[in-house]
């Protein structure tokens, strides 16, 4: 087997506010610490790639608004390794970028790309998996996915349809990739036990990817060697902004993943979870025997299974159960767990009221 | 009919803390803006007697610690009209201190005790019912409460059973006082017609209530007749200090009213509320259309039927009904509404944890 070098690419440009107060445009999930051992969730992220990869292999891609936080959180990262998009457009050309700055370091390179803001509690076993999959992926050009074994009817993902029959090592052949399902649909994929959740873990080879994005992606692929070229030079910056900025807004799985032949997909059991909401913070941290997961000086009464986060001053909270209480120095969060999802109301009726701080 | 001088003595020593975080034992109910007019409970108080009373006949007891908070919310009453008690000895003692510097004032008056944190909704009612008690209590030397008609069967107030057929003007003969009674026999006391509520709402002469003094409780009015000749001298604070922690500490009702004979009552409907916790400000100040109570920077989702109190930062509560959320620069109470008794809970437990400075 080629000993390739192993890579990352870490992306890290969502703006994602679910944790408002505490995520706003300026700070989103990625930077917060939400899992209870005082790390955020990007650091987290690095943190356990290090046994595989070396920190100059580590690649951040951002945009240039958190580029600070980026350097202040991971301090050991080269700058150079800090790629800020000029502009959001979507998860292909931002791979791109990563694939080609990590091409004109190494001839070739085992690239892993991975979100930045999710959590996995196996660490051992995370590592792994991603091994397996560099396997498969040197050995046949593959490009490999790691999919998530579902444990109930989520409606937030995508998920792929595997092959079981057509395995590789631990791989299976990919049959196809699904969209976001309903109820009925996810129950149902749920139960044939042949379709995992897509949580946006890709590995292959930066050639691999490159021809991938070439043979599907032409301009994309165009847009991005006049970048690759420029690498290095003063010019950098300026065919930077064009260039990106000419890419169509495009995800990965559009572009590439749903047209390319021959992927494969392990099944990952490592304790996944994407920190969608304040709800994964009370599933994720540890409670107190009333059920609570509480940060900061709180006095709980009666309330039970509830996810109490103070900031400096003193919170009571009486009588209630299943509440979600976040305090910051400009806004003060009271939601019932059940309607987490109308946190999304409260920032659409901020944004009305141009209360731009408070976003 | 003899005119005599209508005078007027409201209590304002209570340290009740069910407005915490609002109320602090430095800053009780009574000097709290509770029915959303801006104006304080002792302020209100004041401003619905001047229809009636003088302010250099509207005397104000309390203790030392907040007499600079009465002199700033009260600067029109005489600072001599500020009587404050050294130590806390229940509502006879109060009111004997009362009686006294009234009595040195004017060889007799008229003398309406009124506690200081009550709202009244009905104020020309209000001074009706004040002015009839006033002619009988001239009259026939007779000692006048005024009662709440009773609408539910509420066991946190003393009632007082009147005789239906014993009438002189609006008021009827008081056969007995009964103590706070279980919710069996508040319901009894309700369906009877023949109870009121014990509002601590008191009229009589000062030379009445001295001389039932005198008769039942003598040990007290001799201490009480050894400040009154101290009244005016240098060594006023000094035997007001020694005799008044000399007294026992007992209240008016158990002193003198349940001996005293030949008492009247008038009901009083005039829209009263002891506002009596944090639910009254649900029941007094201004809905809006989702039926919240709210005050300072809030925006509410799905959110219906609560009290909200900011302070000085956003509030957004989501998809809860009836809570009480109240936000102060050191505390922030959070609390469903059906458990508000449990406040007392929250600052039994800032007391174990010798957190005084949030009570």
Request: one cysteine or more.
């Amino acid at each position: 087997m080629t000993e390739l070098k192993k890579t990352v690419l870490i992306m890290a440009g969502g703006r994602g506010t679910r944790f408002w107060p505490k995520s706003r445009k300026s700070l989103p999930k990625q930077f917060l610490s939400l899992t209870g051992d005082g790390k955020t969730m990007i650091q987290l992220t690095v943190e356990r790639l290090l046994p595989l990869i070396d920190m100059e292999d580590i690649y951040i891609s951002t945009n240039l608004d958190y580029k600070a936080l980026v350097q202040k959180q991971l301090p050991d990262i080269p700058e150079e390794n800090i790629l800020c998009e000029p502009v959001g457009r979507n998860t292909a050309p931002c791979i791109g970028l990563g694939a080609i700055h990590i091409a004109k370091k190494y001839d070739d390179a085992l690239m892993i790309v991975l979100p930045s803001d999710h959590q996995i509690k196996m660490k051992d076993l995370f590592c792994h998996t991603l091994e397996e999959a560099c396997e498969i992926a040197v050995e046949n050009k593959n490009i490999v996915q790691i999919g998530i074994t579902p444990n109930y009817p989520e409606t937030g993902y995508g998920y792929i349809k595997y092959l079981p029959k057509e395995k590789k090592g631990s791989a299976y052949k990919v049959e196809k990739f699904v969209e976001k399902p309903n109820v009925e649909k996810a129950r149902e994929y749920l139960e044939s036990n042949q379709y995992l959740w897509n949580a946006g873990q890709f590995i292959w080879k930066v050639s691999t990817v490159l021809a991938e994005m070439k043979e599907y992606m032409p301009d994309t692929y165009e847009h991005l060697m006049n970048i690759q070229e420029a690498i290095g030079t003063d010019g950098y910056e300026k065919v930077l902004n064009d260039e990106f900025r000419a890419m169509k807004s495009i995800s990965i799985d559009y572009g590439v993943m749903e047209k390319a032949k021959d992927i494969y997909v392990i099944p990952g059991n490592f304790g996944w979870d994407d920190v969608g909401s304040w709800l994964a913070v009370g599933r994720l941290q540890k409670k107190n025997k009333e059920g609570n997961v509480i940060d900061g000086d709180v006095i709980t009464i009666n309330t039970e299974d509830s996810i109490i986060q103070g900031n400096n001053k003193l919170i009571a909270v009486v009588g209630l159960d299943n509440i979600i209480v976040v305090d910051t120095d400009d806004a003060l969060l009271i939601c019932d767990e059940d309607h987490a999802g109308e946190i999304r109301d409260v920032m659409k009726a901020l944004e009305e009221k141009g209360r731009e701080e408070l976003l």
